[in-house]
């Protein structure tokens, strides 16, 4: 026995359409959430299309039983996936063969990870891409069954509150698209609302009593559970903008660091040696850049993280951001540090053997020249806290890339203020606290007092590579008993960039200041890196959450150790009175107020500079509109009577003029009426008021103008759309004036 067809209720036809409007637009309007995720509208378009596909989908099966479209939905959506969402041509156009289908149905799982946990912007393309189009097209597709197949006025909304929420867990949180939520619960509200009032007088024409259709108290209880679901939606928009509180901000890293080569600790592969041992690349091409400033620093790679053993690339190791972690990069990378912005080219030697990638400042996008680079990118993962980029399978000569960055400000000195905040422990480093108990003891600020143990370390250091005779025993390592017995507590400290690096941080951190290591060079005047030009710095960060240089210089000694150390007086840090404050110390709490202060003028003028060009665009577009309606205001108001009525008049025809009607300068206004077509007396009277011997009224002046108002509305009712959206734009009359007075 054959089911039987129950075609849905009876629906006019304007209704149909104010529900299939209502669907796009509230996918479309979700979907806005991930353009902070996304790399351009790619993802808008698949997302779009596949909301589309999904309410055709409803449409064609419409007439027929409920099951139907409830069994064809997820198989469309397999099917469509590949043409859509990964544009795979698969057996033909428009059918998929088994790869794809397989490639659909593994990337509706691994998709959703694949974007949590790649730094914005993702490519929209492979499993990334099926995000938006699952939403787009299972989304618009319920939602459609709702709104075209049930009278439930708030039912059709539910689907998308659900992309809605999926949307805010899975997009990066900022507060330029915080709007987007709110947005949602105001279409939202609005179409539930005239659903509402549609479906109660379609139930008040098919009752017999033939009332006038009312909200009843379904209805008001479905507005009232859609109101405070979109505005807790549109609430937790703007929090989490703040607080980062997403899926996405706990999304951990993607690769294991333990197991990568450490730049620092083979550093002696970079220094002089006599033997020229295979691994040793002193005098060998390790790179080429090109586009880099001379000077400019190459990182290889930041070490933020110190075990006991050795200083590491680590991850979570700064309490006030996720960015501290390596994710997977697409593309591109948005990252709003201000600075110089730069393309650099890097053409990788035969020397270089890492994983660690070289870049210089802060990446902003990075593509690989190279054939076969899939597997390259694939792994490629990045720090933006660090500024690190790593590939784990690594790369090697003729592994060339190129990117873009943006160079900021790595300037120190003294008198900036540290950040206030933890910083990381280092358990043993206490024993130097009687060496350097003067520093510890001042009442100087803290960054004066890293660069007084910078200059100790200078000045009474003496450097090392172990290679040269009698050196042997200046061994390799920063462990602690190297760094602390062996270097800082020595009666005087001898090594090369790995110990005085190494130690510096960690009396940095020491004395409260935040510090790191970096392993890189300088761009020399070739662009040609050699292993003789990699060195190592350490980075503080100061008070707006930037971190700063302090340059190997500063803290290095650069003479050769003597034959006999051992009759070397020992060393002594400067006492106290050397480095007190001119100034009063300013309390902990007021430095934490300092330092709110100047994070939150580095977001403004981070803010001022992405705001301004919008705000000169949309001065731009507004000019000719404003000065139209200043040269209003003036014709209407200033002059006597008869010169406002003929300034009504001369209003009329430049607006004729922005419309595109060609009305002719020197001829009469009558003449001037027959070319607009005009029916009324306007010309006339217009004629009358201005060449009569006495002034015209208040009230002709007034009538003049209200008959302006209602000839602009005939003028622009007989012109195309795009006629009338564009005339308010148009500087046609203003051209044509200014040509006036000029002839």
């Known amino acids: 026995m054959s089911t039987p067809v129950t075609p849905p209720p009876p629906r006019s036809p304007a209704a149909g359409l104010l529900d299939v409007v209502a669907v796009l637009v509230l996918v479309g309007t979700a979907l806005l959430g991930l353009a902070s995720t996304f790399a351009g509208w790619g993802y808008l378009v698949i997302g779009m299309v596949s909301a589309v596909l999904g309410v055709v989908l409803v449409l064609v099966t419409l007439r027929l039983p409920v099951i139907v479209p409830l069994v064809a939905i997820p198989i469309m959506c397999l099917l469509l996936g590949g043409p859509v969402a990964l544009r795979d041509s698969g057996l033909g156009p428009g059918i998929p063969g088994f790869g794809s289908l397989a490639e659909v149905m593994r990337g509706s799982v691994a998709g959703w990870g694949e974007l949590l946990g790649t730094l914005p912007f993702v490519d929209a393309d492979g499993p990334p891409a099926l995000v938006p189009y699952l939403l787009g097209f299972l989304g618009a597709s319920v939602s459609s069954v709702l709104a075209l197949r049930t009278r439930s006025a708030a039912a059709p909304v539910l689907p998308l509150l659900g992309v809605l929420v999926v949307v805010l867990l899975l997009r990066r949180p900022l507060e330029d698209l915080a709007w987007f939520a709110t947005a949602f619960a105001l279409v939202a509200l609005g179409w539930t609302v005239a659903r509402g009032l549609l479906l109660a007088g379609e139930r008040a024409i098919r009752s017999s009593a033939g009332r006038a259709g009312r909200l009843g108290p379904g209805l008001v209880a479905a507005l009232v559970a859609v109101l405070a679901v979109a505005l807790a939606a549109s609430l937790t928009s703007g929090s989490s903008a703040a607080t980062g509180a997403t899926l996405r901000g706990d999304a951990e890293e993607l690769l294991e660091l333990e197991g990568l080569d450490s730049p620092l600790a083979r550093f002696r592969t970079f220094a002089e040696h006599p033997d020229e041992p295979s691994d040793n690349v002193h005098r060998k ?438 006629r009338r959206l564009w005339a308010p734009f148009s500087p046609a009359s203003l051209v044509r004036s200014f040509r006036d007075r000029r002839d």
Do not use: C
């Open 285 to 722: 091409l390790l790179f080429t850049v090109t586009g880099a400033p001379r000077g400019s620093r190459v990182r290889i790679v930041a070490l933020d993280r110190y075990d006991g053993r050795e200083w590491r690339a680590g991850t979570g190791t700064i309490a006030d951001t996720h960015d501290d972690a390596f994710r997977r990069m697409d593309t591109t990378v948005d990252n709003r540090t201000q600075g110089r912005d730069l393309r650099v080219q890097v053409a990788v030697g035969q020397a270089w053997r890492s994983a660690w990638l070289p870049t210089v400042g802060s990446l902003t996008s990075l593509r690989f020249l190279f054939e076969e680079a899939e597997s390259r990118r694939e792994g490629l993962r990045y720090n933006l806290a660090t500024s690190t980029a790593v590939v784990p399978v690594g790369v090697g000569k003729g592994d060339d890339y190129e990117f873009t960055a943006v160079l900021p400000p790595q300037r120190l000195t003294p008198r900036m203020r540290p950040w206030i905040g933890p910083v990381m422990p280092v358990e043993g480093i206490e024993q130097v606290d009687p060496l350097i108990e003067p520093v510890l003891a001042s009442r100087a600020p803290p960054m004066r007092k890293v660069f007084v143990l910078a200059k100790f370390l200078r000045e009474e250091g003496r450097y090392s590579d172990g290679a040269k005779p009698g050196e042997a025993r200046f061994t390799a390592g920063h462990d602690l008993e190297r760094v602390v017995d062996d270097f800082l507590l020595t009666k005087r400290p001898v090594g090369n960039d790995e110990q005085y690096a190494a130690a510096m941080a960690m009396l940095a951190n020491r004395i409260g200041v935040p510090a790191r290591v970096v392993v890189g060079a300088a761009v020399p005047r070739d662009g040609k890196v050699r292993g003789e030009d990699v060195h190592v710095w350490v980075e503080l960060r100061v008070s707006d959450g930037s971190w700063r240089v302090l340059p190997t210089e500063e803290f290095m000694g650069d003479e050769p150790p003597r034959r006999n150390l051992s009759v070397a007086p020992r060393p002594r840090v400067p006492p106290a009175a050397v480095v007190e404050p001119r100034e009063p110390v300013t309390p902990p709490e007021v430095q934490r107020e300092q330092q709110a202060k100047d994070v939150a003028d580095a977001e403004q003028r981070s803010l001022v500079l992405r705001v301004l060009p919008w705000t000169l665009l949309v001065l731009l577009v507004l000019v000719v509109p404003l000065a139209k309606l200043l040269r209003r205001e003036v014709r209407r108001r200033r002059g006597r009577p008869s010169d406002r009525v003929a300034g009504a008049w001369t209003e009329l025809v430049d607006h004729a003029r922005d419309l595109g009607i060609p009305v002719p300068s020197g001829a009469t206004r009558p003449a001037q009426a027959r070319v607009l077509a005009l029916a009324g007396d306007f010309p006339h009277r217009a004629d009358h008021d201005v060449f009569a011997q006495a002034e015209p009224e208040e009230a002709e002046v007034a009538r003049a103008w209200a008959d302006l108002g209602r000839e602009r509305r005939t003028l622009g009712a007989g012109r195309p759309t795009i």
